[in-house]
């Protein structure tokens, strides 16, 4: 995260950037600086998880009631010294980003199954060393957040763009996180989370003036440092050779620092000495070993512009005009709409292509790339094909990957560009390390295929669903049977248009945007797509914006074992309920699926009955509407998703369901206080796994709650009112050890006609779908230990689906699954 060696390089090179701080101080500096202003801290909460979490157990699926109180602590330490907090979360992960974020998948990976290798060994939680943040502490974070009052955002980007730019806007106290791209950003003063004190409100201000002195630079210089070093833009390896040159020249090394400290002032001693001499009169590429990678490093440095500023490296041919090899870019700025507006054109063909980010909305529209040097571009029309093509270079292997959605096969289609041949080829190689990277939905099929990509070679190939891997990092393309459509509303600011202009006319440049894409939506109605925007951004709902606006969504790591194969990978227990989901937001009404404008926008009282059939039909559990509105909140939605699990997993088992009942009943009787000092006798690899995988289905929950327009309270599936990590660990060792109910609920008689009407709830509602559930007492011999029960003919062993229920809503049945008469919601 940040540039690459800068955070150590401040430590051990020039302390003296770090100065230590306290926040009662600088109100009082703040108030007499802008009077009336409220001292006000915004933060990067994805850079804060770690340090909240400060529950001792997290190996068990998350000490959720510790946890709230720890964030309310955290927000009265600041608020009774009169400082508010805004807190960003990452909405989004940029296209130009996502080779970063995969390696950080795959190194999590590793780490994942080294914990488990302790637990089986060791059979405890390992040291704070291999510390795991449970699954879904950011989602959860974030409606905790809002529980406790605080303002809360979701990015509509990667979020250290927009705290950077709202600090500078706002006139913030400053910016508290751990990221070294904010010693970058020209922006308000940055504090560091880690070296945070909550009881005396101490910390440490990295100054990035005094950073600017030690390495004899301008403020401005530092984004193009930044690009020369690495950052999460631009690979690391991409000026490797530059790096080693200005080291080899830089006639100051000294040799008490080590060598990534070296290379950081030989590449500040080289822009300060060398490349200074040129700037405003030579264009980057001119006196920087660009290459291919020009438009790239240009989108890198760009990166770091907020609102208003400029970048003197930026060469203004003949006042602001930008040229990439045939192309020009041009920027401007409407003081009166907010909206920056850049212009591309090919100097060949003298097409323009108006592009734009509205500061307002934040809708960003990317700059087009230079076509020769193959780095990435935006999704292009072609218009007599009508072809949606994405270009990208991988940086190692130098080769062109074209991602195609035509209008006959309307799926997308990855393609290898042959650097020998120039002919483009499937990707393809046989998958290895179970390690997914991204689905595409197969046309014919409707079903989501899985690509993976092997570290060597940096090629992907479909995958059957018998080779399902456990760890699943997606970047979900979903059932796509419609035209992509580029949103043209006038709401949004973005001009879409292609055009022609016989000349170009100069204008003052200016930011760029981080990550600047065209903004290609999956649905038509742009009502719609505001409403979902306003609220992903408002943090109010979950994955729906990214599954509307761009067809994408993220499943990252979660604690589970590659090397068990009686569970099968949590990513694709919950995959049907994706993929209606999908449905219910892209289908456009078609098939049967509801109005989106009628579950969301009407507040008729009829309406609500409808939300929450809709709700039933994602999980397709339609039949059991009655059953579970007889139960009290909030086990209704526990017990919707008890059923759920149960029906899919075959290889659940009746301990396991007394286990989550039973945590479920004690759980509302137990102070935080009891909570902490519980402790399991041990560390079960099973529980653990089990633990994670309700979790992952809370998060579930949350997603289509906010996509049904949210016919239960989001409180009732928060896990701090419906699981505890060790409560439920202690009862699943219990219940494995023969326990009785009454032992389990703790000689509670109270408890003990809930648990029976849970229990039948759930139990009766699996029989409607076969599926009985049994002690493991009653499992035989027989029984595989797999996912599908023997004898079923819905899905062939290692299929990769559970059981398959009546009626499966908005899903095609594939070959070899039953047909059934009534499918109500069939895929349009």
Known sequence: MGVRGLQGFVGSTCP???????????????????????PTVVVDAMCCLRYWYTPESWICGGQWR????????????????????????????????????????????????????????????PGRNMFFIPSGLALFTRFALKTLGQETFCSLREADYEVASYGLQHNCLGILGEDTDYLIYDTCPYFSISELCLESLDTVMLCREKLCEHL?????????LACLLGNDVIPEGMFESFRYKCLSSYTSVKENFDKKGNVILAVSDHISKVLRLYQGEKKLEDILPLGANKALFYKGVASYLLPGQKSPWFFQKPKDVITLDKQVITMSSDSESKQDISKCTD??????VPVCTDLESRQEVSM????????????????????????????????????????????????????????????CTEPESRQEISTYIDSECKQEVLTYTLPEFKQKVPICADSIPKQVYMCAHPEITQKLHVATDSEFKLDTSMCTQPEIKPEDPVNMGPEMKQQVTMVLDTEILKVARTRHVQAESYLVYSIMSSGEIECSNTLEDELDQALPS???????????????????????TPSLKILWLNQEPEVQARRLDTLLACFNLSSCREELQAVESPLAALCCLLIYLFV????????????????????????????INLQPDYINPRAVQLGSLLV?????????????????????????????????????????????????????????????????????????????????????????????????????????????????????????????????????
């Open 648 to 675: 899919q997993v075959d290889t659940l088992c009746l301990e396991d369901l007394h286990a989550f009942i039973a945590q479920a009943l004690c759980l509302q009787g137990k102070s935080t206080a009891q909570l």
């Open 696 to 828: 992952r289905g809370l998060t579930t929950l949350v997603l289509v709650n906010s996509a049904c327009g949210c016919p239960w309270k989001t409180s009732d599936f928060m896990p701090w009112n419906v699981f505890d990590g060790k409560l439920f660990h202690q009862k699943y060792l219990q219940s494995e050890k023969g326990y009785s109910v009454e032992a389990l609920l703790e000689q509670n008689r109270s408890r003990l006609t809930k648990f029976h009407t849970l229990k039948a709830v759930v139990s009766k509602a699996c029989m409607k779908e076969g599926r009985r559930i049994v002690g493991r007492a009653h499992w035989g011999t027989h029984h595989t230990g797999r996912w599908g029960r023997q004898g079923s003919s819905s899905h062939p062993p290692g299929s990769g689906y559970g059981h398959s229920g009546q009626g499966q809503p908005w899903r095609d049945q594939g070959p070899g699954n039953r047909q059934y008469e009534h499918d109500p919601w069939r895929r349009y």
């Open 16 to 38: 003296h950037v770090c100065t230590v701080v306290n926040f009662k101080d600088l109100v009082v500096q703040h108030r007499s600086q802008f009077p009336g202003c409220v």
């Open 347 to 352: 100097l060949e063909s003298r097409q323009e």
């Open 66 to 125: 510790e946890y709230f109180s720890a964030l309310r602590d955290f927000i009265k330490a600041f608020t009774a010294v009169g400082i508010k907090l805004v807190f960003f979360f990452d909405g989004m992960v940029e296209q130009g980003k996502r080779d970063e974020w995969v390696r950080r998948r795959l190194k999590n990976s590793k780490e994942i199954g080294r914990i488990f290798h302790y637990i089986k060994s060791h059979r405890q939680q």
């Open 570 to 592: 949590q990513a694709f227990i919950y995959r049907p309920v994706r993929q209606r989901v999908y449905s219910l937001l892209l289908g456009d009404c078609k098939g049967g």
């Open 368 to 427: 087009c790339a230079d076509p020769e040097s193959r780095q990435e571009v935006p999704v292009c029309i072609d218009p007599e094909s009508r072809q949606e093509v994405l270009m990208f270079t991988d940086p190692e292997s130098r080769q062109e990957v074209l991602m195609c959605t035509g209008p006959e096969s309307r799926q997308e289609v990855p393609m290898c560009m042959d650097p020998e041949s120039r002919q483009e080829v499937p990707m």
């Open 216 to 224: 004899g630079l301008h403020l401005m210089d530092l984004p193009l």
